[in-house]
């Protein structure tokens, strides 16, 4: 009888799991249709902008721009994107391994050349775990994303490597595709590498999430002022704003789906144990039944 007990309470635990991991996934959903539609709301001002650098740089215009030089990366920041909190499957160790992968290469620099500017909590514990020293606190960035943290981010960073002090920059966070597929993304942010064929740099483009790019580009023939090189010149600081900002969302509604996904597994897990531990009930109840009759019939 003991034995019974034993599985019913089991049974009553995993029920009670899983009515939590349930309500954690229709959390995660609201969170993440919300998070969603902020990054696809904010896609028509991105494509409008990477329009703009498309018409500037089809003119075949001389750029004279701090952000776009490269030189040696003797000093290297590096932005990585995580969450605040767990219960998110591997989102946050993909993160930590791709970490490791990237101070693996700036091995040979040493850690004093390195530069680690975390964004949420994991990722600070992250930072911490692999000895070295996180440069800034961008916990509330991970929860609440802010377009004013963000380019508060990015011109520190830029700053940085006007100065000299930074070489390059280089974003470790994961990019939204779909609720089920989050990629790990690694890109160079400064120096900033323009493409005369259109819109984005190459490397340090701006992320188009899950909306494609329009089939057909239409170039127009603006009249500007000031100069067409000025600017760009000017425009070349807002790109790299608006992109911190584009990474931060990424980040952001990848972590809400990935904590989704990982509730419905645990969910599907915790129905599958009670369906498993339902029929080892009955047949322990069985089994206990049939030994009091034969305990009768033998008396």
């Known amino acids: 009888m003991s034995n019974l007990n034993e599985i019913k309470n089991r049974i009553n635990s995993v029920r009670s799991t899983r009515q939590i991991t349930s309500a954690m996934k229709m959390v995660a959903s609201a969170k993440l249709h919300k998070a969603q539609a902020l990054i696809e709301n904010m896609h028509p001002y991105q494509q409008k902008l990477e329009e703009m650098l498309e018409s500037l740089l089809a003119a075949d215009v001389r750029i004279e721009s701090p952000y776009i030089e490269a030189r040696p990366a003797e000093r290297v920041a590096i932005v990585l994107f995580a969450s605040n909190a767990s219960l998110c499957g591997s989102f946050n160790a993909n993160v930590q391994k791709m970490l490791e992968h990237v101070l693996q290469d700036y091995a040979l620099l040493g850690r004093d050349r390195l530069q680690l500017f975390p964004v949420g909590k ?5 930072v911490k775990r692999l000895g070295y020293t996180a440069e800034a606190s961008c916990r509330t960035m991970a929860d609440k994303p802010s377009y004013a943290a963000a380019h508060e981010l990015a011109d520190r960073l830029m700053q940085a490597f006007v100065a000299g ?11 939204f595709h779909s609720a089920g597929v989050q ?7 400064l120096p900033l590498r323009l493409s005369p064929s259109g819109a984005s740099p190459s490397s340090a483009s701006l992320p188009s999430a899950s909306v494609s790019a329009p089939s057909e580009v239409f170039h127009r023939d603006y009249i500007m002022e000031p100069s067409r090189e000025e600017l760009l010149t000017r425009l070349l600081p807002l790109v790299l704003g608006q992109k911190m900002y584009t990474v931060l969302l990424d980040a952001h509604t990848s972590e809400h789906a990935a904590r989704m996904m990982a509730m419905q597994t645990a969910t599907d897990n915790a129905a599958d144990l009670i369906q498993e531990l339902t029929r080892q009930y009955n047949k322990s109840r069985q089994q206990a039944i049939t030994n009091e009759l034969l305990d009768i019939m033998n008396g």
């Open 183 to 189: 990629q790990l993304t690694r890109e160079t942010y």
């Open 165 to 175: 002090r930074v070489d390059k920059v280089e974003l470790i966070y994961h990019h």
């Open 122 to 126: 994991k990722a600070e514990e992250a």
